[in-house]
Every structure is written in C-alpha cells, then in structure tokens.
C-alpha cells in the first residue's frame, strides 16, 4: 500500500515506520497518490502564534480572547483538554481552566503569518480558496508533474515548512472533494494527515453523525432529529424528492453528501458574502452614548473595508448579546447599496432603537450583506433624507485626507465616547 513519511517525505510500500529516518509519523493509504483536493486547518492558529512570540507560554493553557466577560475566540489544545472551547464564555472558560492565561487577540500578526502560508500556498497551486485566516482548501489536480511529486507529498512538505519557518502547525485532509477534505483535516488534530478514499466514502460516512456536515447548525440539526436523521444512515435511507420536500434545497443537498458527492469547485476567488465586525465588553454596558460610539466605529471598519474591497451592501445587519449570552439580529434591506458609514451607522442605528430601552448588553456588532459592486453603490439621493447626499460627499473628502495623513487625521466625536 502507499505509504509517506510525513517527516522525510521518503515514498514506500506499507510499514509502521518509515525506513529512511526510522519515524512513526507515516500515513498510508490505497488512494494516497491519487487524491488531489485538500483542506489545509492551522491547529489553534491564535494560540500558536502567541506561543511563538512568547515561548514562556509554551507549555501553559492559553485562551484567545476578551477579559473576564468577554467569550473564547481561539484556545491551546492544553486548554481544550480541560473543556474550553471557541464562543464560550470567558467566566466558563476560566472556572474550566482557573490557570490559563488569557490574551487578548493581535489580529495584524496572525493577518501577517496567515498572508505567508498563503504564499507557501500559492508554490503548490493556484486553485486556493481561503475560508479565513488559519484554513483553506486546495486543489492540485495536475500539479504531479510540475513538482516532481503526487499532491500528498507536497501537504505534507507544506505543514512541514509552516512548522519550520513560521512556527505554526497544521492538520491536513485529503479526498475526491472538498466536503470529504473539510472532514478529513478535523480527524487527527493536532499536526493530523487523513485521508478519505473515494472507495470507501460510504462506509466511511455511513455510521457518522449529521453534525459533521459543515453548515448544519443546532437549527437544522434539531429539525434533522425530529424527522428521525441523526446520522447518515439514516438520511440514505430518505428519497430525494421526499427530502426535498421536507427541507427545501438544503434537502437535495443533504441528499448528495449523504452518498460523498459534492460538485463544488475550489474557486480560488470565492464571492464575499457579507462584511462585518464586532465587539465584546469587558462588562455588559447599557449606557446608550457607549454604544452608540461603538456602533458608529464599526461602521466606519465595515465600510472601510467595503470601499478596500470595491463593493456594497444591500442589507444592514444589527448583532446584540445579552447578559445571558442570548443573541439578537436584527436586519434591515435598503432601498440601494451603500459603503457609506454614515448610512450603515444610521441603518443601525435605527435597527438598535427598535430594541427595549435600558438593556445591557455584553456585545454589539453591525455589518452588510447582499454584496454588489461598488459602482452600483449609493447612486441616487435619499427622499427621506435629504442632507444623505451631502454626508456622503463630506465622508468622501475625509476618506481622501485619512489616505493621505493617516486613520487618525479626522474623527467624528461620537468615536470618541
């Protein structure tokens, strides 16, 4: 059976250990020079990085995240050991793991390192398609023959230089398509190589659970259940039209990655879906101008990063957490896109109004969706508003002059709160 040592990279027939260096770090697979679609996920990225820069952290549980009242963005696996997981609540997180240190997150660094794997990415093939900063699939179909080795070979060389160079470690899954190559990099974290044949995808998938296709929230899943579907077994046996029918397209879908087959493309240039940000605080606020200055700072970060990207949004969206980590959206579609902060934040700020008066709050985020190009962005004046137009012009010249003096040139006293 092929073989690969995942150190060494040295090609053999089946063995425990790899007979050039000895070491047990080998996978082994009928399928392994055939398979060319991957899914390449950094191992705790945040908390990797930081242990990086700061080897005093090496050996310690490590949470990414706010203070005290803020929730997990990222933890080391010695922390994942003791329960902590993303979107938990910092208080939980630390009554789990009372001696973890707590960073906050530097999101330029892991931009920066996230933008060199890309470029050890790009090496291998140009068929990539990031889904964030720590993972993304890959496709090197054809690429044999340029690199002198199959696919395998290539990931495996790729986390290899990611750990050598950069200090960051990755998991690695390989299959026929991406939906079984999303499964597979999540099977042997951390530093993990699976692989998912295209023989064996049914027995593979067949006793498993629903939740492991990627996009199934709790929603969908309590309503999978209650139609009796909790593995896939249990969605083979349903018809398609009868699937359909109960679920709509996400049905049909269902249907087909029940049996592994998925038709996507790696798209190496993906539609972006939405722009967005958010904050959490240290303590839940109800005072109304705090909030309001945060929500005026975001907008201006999602329309900052709308005009980066030369596109605009159709519909407003208003994020809140509750004290008791409920979470409220409210959205609202526009008459015409925009990448105006000045509309986004007044969109929002009427979606927030709307909300009971006096409620604290431990989150609060805002961002637009229905993306189009810019040039069909903000073309006609506002009937209801009429001095839109002028804000607009007036947030146009400020852009010029932050281009050219800095972020800090201008800024509107409500960002100052």
């Avoid at 087959?261 to 904050?279: F, G, H, L, Q, Y």
């Avoid at 979606?351 to 409620?359: N, S, Y």
């Amino acid at each position: 059976m092929p073989s690969l040592c995942r150190d060494c990279l040295t090609q053999f027939n089946t063995g425990p250990r790899c007979p050039a260096c000895g070491r047990p770090r080998v996978i082994s697979h009928a399928e392994l020079w055939d398979l060319s679609i991957a899914h390449m996920d950094c191992d705790a990225f945040y908390a990797s990085v930081e242990k990086r820069d700061n080897p005093e952290l090496a050996d310690k549980p490590v949470i990414i995240g706010g203070g005290r009242r803020g929730v997990v963005s990222t933890a080391c696996y010695v922390a994942r050991i003791r329960g902590v997981r993303s979107a938990m609540p910092m208080f939980k997180a630390l009554d789990l793991c009372p001696d973890a240190v707590v960073v906050k997150p530097r999101m330029a660094v892991y931009a920066e390192v996230s933008k060199q794997i890309r470029a050890m990415m790009e090496e291998l093939t140009p068929a990539i398609e990031p889904l964030s900063l720590d993972e993304a699939f890959l496709d090197l179909t054809g690429t044999a023959r340029l690199h002198g080795a199959p696919p395998a070979v290539m990931l495996a060389k790729l986390v290899n230089r990611m750990k050598s160079d950069l200090g960051v470690t990755g998991s690695i899954g390989l299959s026929h398509n991406k939906f079984l190559a999303k499964i597979a990099s999540d099977l042997d974290k951390p530093r993990g190589f699976a692989v998912i044949g295209a023989a064996e995808t049914q027995d593979f998938l067949r006793p498993k659970p629903i939740r492991l296709i990627w996009g199934v929230g709790q929603a969908t899943q309590g309503a999978l259940e209650k139609a009796g579907i909790r593995t896939f077994e249990d969605l083979l046996r349903w018809d398609q039209r009868d699937l359909t029918a109960r679920f709509g397209s996400m049905g049909e879908r269902l249907w087909h990655l029940a049996r592994g087959e998925d038709k996507r493309r790696v798209t190496r240039n993906a539609p972006m879906k939405s722009i967005s940000n958010e904050t959490t605080f240290n303590e839940d606020t109800a005072d109304a101008e705090i909030l309001d200055g945060h929500l005026w700072r975001m907008a201006e970060k999602v329309a900052d990063r709308a005009k980066a990207k030369g596109v605009a949004g159709r519909v407003v969206t208003l994020k809140l957490r509750k004290s008791d980590f409920r979470i409220v959206t409210r959205r609202t579609a526009l008459p015409g896109a925009t990448q105006i902060a000045d509309r986004i934040y007044r969109t929002a700020r009427g979606l927030f109004d709307q909300m009971p008066p006096g409620q604290p709050y431990r989150l609060i985020g805002a961002g637009i969706s229905d993306l189009v190009p810019e040039a069909q962005a903000d073309v006609s004046g506002d009937l209801l508003d009429p001095q839109a137009e002028t804000r607009a012009k007036a947030e146009r010249a400020t852009d010029a002059i932050r281009a050219r003096f800095g972020d800090g040139a201008i800024l509107k006293g409500r960002a100052l709160r």
